[in-house]
């Protein structure tokens, strides 16, 4: 005789929900590790930025079941960036895990993606912002958040945002961040647009 199967209780199945998180962060722990220590320079190319950023968020979508809820908005204008496009899913990926580690099952993440004009810069760059409204970090913390081997969170390992902050500025890019204690926290990253966009800042950055 068949019986029907029992149902999970939500106790138990929020309890394999985390532990299949946990093991995301453990899997992106390694990955950072070989990243670092097979880092490969950048290669500028013209990338299609709906492919990766749609690779990226369903990706997310797949291990954060359950977990802080991701609205993304992607700008007509924001379909290519001048970028190496591994690089740019592992800064995406990474970031996009530590805003849901500091939101918490019950937060709240948006990414939204455009091409921008800012008057200090010698073209138009490909931005990328990330906000989640977690715990936030630190005042005294926030200049360091980029420093190797610190972090903020009890179970970090200080290398994510050093390895974004080196995949970004090889890539002629800039990455920030802005934050509030126990409100919020948002990482905006700018990159080429294009080649002549790539040309004009690596005039820049050279002095020439």
Same mark, same amino acid.
């Given at each position: 005789?068949?019986?029907?199967?029992?149902?999970?209780?939500?106790?138990?199945?929020?309890?394999?929900?985390?532990?299949?998180?946990?093991?995301?962060?453990?899997?992106?722990?390694?990955?950072?590790?070989?990243?670092?220590?097979?880092?490969?320079?950048?290669?500028?190319?013209?990338?299609?930025?709906?492919?990766?950023?749609?690779?990226?968020?369903?990706?997310?979508?797949?291990?954060?079941?359950?977990?802080?809820?991701?609205?993304?908005?992607?700008?007509?204008?924001?379909?290519?960036?001048?970028?190496?496009?591994?690089?740019?899913?592992?800064?995406?990926?990474?970031?996009?895990?530590?805003?849901?580690?500091?939101?918490?099952?019950?937060?709240?993440?948006?990414?939204?993606?455009?091409?921008?004009?800012?008057?200090?810069?010698?073209?138009?760059?490909?931005?990328?912002?990330?906000? %989640? /409204?977690?715990?936030? !970090?630190?005042?005294? +913390?926030? *200049?360091?958040? $980029?420093?190797?081997?610190?972090?903020?969170? =009890?179970?970090?390992?200080?290398?994510?945002?050093?390895?974004?902050?080196?995949?970004?500025? %090889? /890539?002629?890019?800039? !990455?920030?961040?802005? +934050?509030? *204690?126990?409100? $919020?926290?948002?990482?905006?990253?700018?990159? =080429?647009?294009?080649?002549?966009?790539?040309?004009?800042?690596?005039?820049?950055?050279?002095?020439?």
């Amino acid at each position: 005789m068949n019986e029907s199967a029992s149902p999970i209780p939500r106790e138990v199945f929020d309890d394999l929900e985390s532990l299949k998180r946990n093991i995301g962060f453990t899997i992106t722990t390694a990955r950072k590790l070989v990243d670092f220590s097979q880092y490969q320079p950048p290669n500028y190319r013209a990338s299609d930025a709906v492919i990766i950023l749609n690779e990226v968020i369903e990706e997310y979508q797949k291990q954060f079941t359950g977990g802080p809820v991701l609205e993304f908005q992607i700008a007509d204008n924001a379909g290519k960036v001048f970028a190496d496009s591994q690089h740019l899913r592992q800064v995406l990926r990474i970031l996009l895990q530590n805003s849901a580690r500091a939101a918490g099952d019950s937060g709240r993440i948006q990414l939204s993606v455009q091409q921008v004009s800012n008057p200090s810069m010698p073209s138009d760059l490909w931005e990328v912002e990330i906000w %989640d /409204n977690g715990k936030g !970090i630190p005042a005294d +913390s926030i *200049e360091r958040v $980029f420093d190797a081997n610190y972090s903020t969170a =009890p179970d970090g390992n200080g290398m994510g945002l050093a390895y974004v902050k080196m995949i970004v500025e %090889d /890539n002629l890019g800039d !990455i920030r961040v802005e +934050s509030k *204690e126990e409100h $919020f926290t948002r990482f905006l990253v700018h990159l =080429p647009v294009n080649r002549e966009s790539y040309l004009r800042l690596k005039e820049m950055r050279d002095g020439n």
